[in-house]
Every structure is written in C-alpha cells, then in structure tokens.
C-alpha cells in the first residue's frame, strides 16, 4: 500500500547575515596592532568555516558607506533568522543604524575586534549596543565567531 500522505521533509538551515561596517577591507593593513593581521577574506572564510560546522548559511556583506548597510540590515530582517554585525566606527554615532536594528524583529549581535572600552573616550560608548541581544568586544577575529555562536544560540533557544 502506498501512504499518499508521506511528504518528504525538508530541514532549513538558518541564514544569519553578516554585516562588516566602514574600514573593515583594510583589515591586515590598518593598524594590525590594534586590529590583527588577518585580512576580512580571512574572516569571512573562518566564519563560513565555523558556519558549515554548525549548519548555518551565511550572507556576508561589507560596505563602507552607513544607508548600505541600513539596506542591508532591512533585508537581513525578511530574509534571514539572525544578524552579526560589526559597525566598526559607525558604533558610536550612527542613529540611523540604531534605529534599523531597532526595528529588525531578528536576533542581532554587535561585534568588536578590539576592547572599545579600553580604547579612546569616543570609542567606548556604542549607540548600537542598546538595541542589540548582546556585545562581544576585545577577542580580534574570534569576536567574530563568538558571535557567531552567540546568534546561533539566540536561534536555538527561541525554537
């Protein structure tokens, strides 16, 4: 007999956006002292590394300019299940980025590579990190992927 109600089930993988703000292409060349040696293709090929090893798709995206990113965080909100961004700069005084993560009705974590608390005065306050599920600062390329695994997380314990 033939069940005609057997459906093959198909298991999404959760898409999470990565978000790389203003200066991060400079990475290796800009201060690798305070920022690593690693280049952003060497941060994204870890993170898509650490993606596959956790079953998650990844969209990574990179714009020095603050309305791309706002577009990209609009679209991260209808296409993906969450959201890891490092703002670079536009941390500390970018409303119009605040308020486009405000609105995302998607878990969201800010990432730094280094600690903008023992930084410079103007780097140690975040406009972004009110609106956020949390903040991981100071751990060069592995802020990277302990987000990941924190928006992995997130994921998870909503289910």
């Given at each position: 007999?033939i ?12 898409k999470?956006?990565?978000l ?11 201060e ?6 690693l ?7 870890m993170l898509?590394?650490r993606a ?17 990113l ?6 991260a909100q209808v296409?993906?299940?969450?959201l ?5 700069a536009?941390?500390h ?11 995302a ?10 600690n903008?608390?023992s ?5 140690r ?7 956020v599920?949390?903040v ?11 987000g ?7 994921l998870?314990?909503?289910e």
């Amino acid at each position: 007999m033939i069940d005609i109600f057997q459906r093959e089930v198909i298991v999404m993988s959760p898409k999470i956006m990565v978000l790389h703000g203003p200066n991060l292409n400079m990475l290796g060349e800009r201060e690798p002292r305070v920022y690593g040696k690693l280049t952003l293709d060497d941060i994204n090929n870890m993170l898509q590394e650490r993606a596959l090893h956790l079953g998650i798709e990844l969209t990574i995206r990179h714009s020095n300019h603050e309305g791309v990113l706002v577009d990209e965080i609009q679209e991260a909100q209808v296409e993906c299940s969450g959201l890891l961004i490092n703002p670079g700069a536009l941390s500390h005084y970018s409303y119009a980025l605040r308020d486009a993560l405000q609105a995302a009705n998607i878990p969201v974590v800010e990432i730094h590579l280094s600690n903008i608390y023992s930084r410079e005065p103007f780097r140690r306050h975040s406009v972004i990190s009110p609106v956020v599920k949390g903040v991981i600062s100071g751990f060069g390329p592995r802020s990277y992927l302990l987000g990941l695994e924190a928006v992995f997380y997130l994921l998870n314990e909503s289910e």
